[in-house]
């Protein structure tokens, strides 16, 4: 298996753009997670979706962030409008229960908003 | 909701030596506990975990101890290498069906 795919690996835009991150987790697995990491706040859960469904988007920091998943091999964030203080890593991970499987990440998405 | 602390947030060992990073949980409910290693520019990759019937779990340099008591944790770390250099974060969740809640994470930098 390929693992956690995430694309773009690198985004540069400029304030005010759109930016969408994509990402195919692991064949089988049911639950999928967005995290975004900074240095200033570490590795935070923004959504994650189980079977598809959106179960807990309270990390989610504002409107300006929505995340899909329509069907069970791909999701995507989306940011839009983009500002610098959204600059940070964004990572995908998928396992198979949380309680019972580790979580794998993807390599991440570095997003740069100038 | 539950809130996972961790220190240090830094750590410097001399190779060989040992090295412990020591965790605190919020919610009793928790019963299950993994620890991630992320080494620069790389992504998290769980190293090792233990849930809440067992004490102590141990893969060969790599400890985890769990007080439930307490509600604390550690990760041990034997005969460091350089190569064990990186952040390493712990966390906890309550079942199944709850999202895993990460520490703040610690940096560890083993000198040669």
């Known amino acids: 298996d390929a693992g956690v795919i995430q694309s773009p690996r690198h985004e540069v835009t400029e304030m005010g753009q759109e930016v969408t991150l994509r990402c195919k987790p692991i064949s089988g697995h049911d639950y999928l997670f967005w995290y975004r990491q900074t240095m200033m706040r570490g590795l935070e859960l923004l959504i994650y979706f189980n079977n598809n469904v959106p179960i807990d988007d309270s990390g989610m920091p504002e409107d300006r962030f929505s995340a899909k998943m329509p069907n069970a091999s791909f999701s995507t964030l989306k940011i839009q409008p983009s500002e610098p203080r959204d600059s940070a890593v964004y990572f995908c991970?998928?396992?198979?229960?949380?309680?019972?499987?580790?979580?794998?990440f993807g390599p991440g998405t570095r997003l740069t908003v100038l | 909701g539950e809130n996972v602390e961790q220190h240090p947030s830094t750590l410097s060992v001399q190779e060989g030596d040992s090295a412990v990073i020591k965790c605190t949980y919020s919610d009793s409910a928790s019963n299950y506990f993994p620890w991630y290693k992320q080494e620069l520019g790389k992504r998290p990759q769980l190293i090792i975990d233990?849930?809440?019937?067992?004490g102590e779990k141990k893969d060969q340099r790599i400890a985890v101890t769990l007080n439930k008591t307490a509600k604390h944790f550690s990760l041990h770390i034997t005969e460091t290498q350089p190569e064990d250099s990186a952040v390493y974060f712990c966390?906890?969740?309550?079942?199944?069906?709850?999202?895993?809640?990460f520490g703040p994470g610690t940096s560890l930098s083993v000198i040669p």
């Open positions: 966390a906890a969740q309550k079942t199944s069906y709850d999202k895993v809640i």
């Open positions: 233990i849930r809440s019937n067992v």
């Open positions: 991970a998928s396992s198979l229960s949380p309680a019972r499987d580790t979580q794998y």
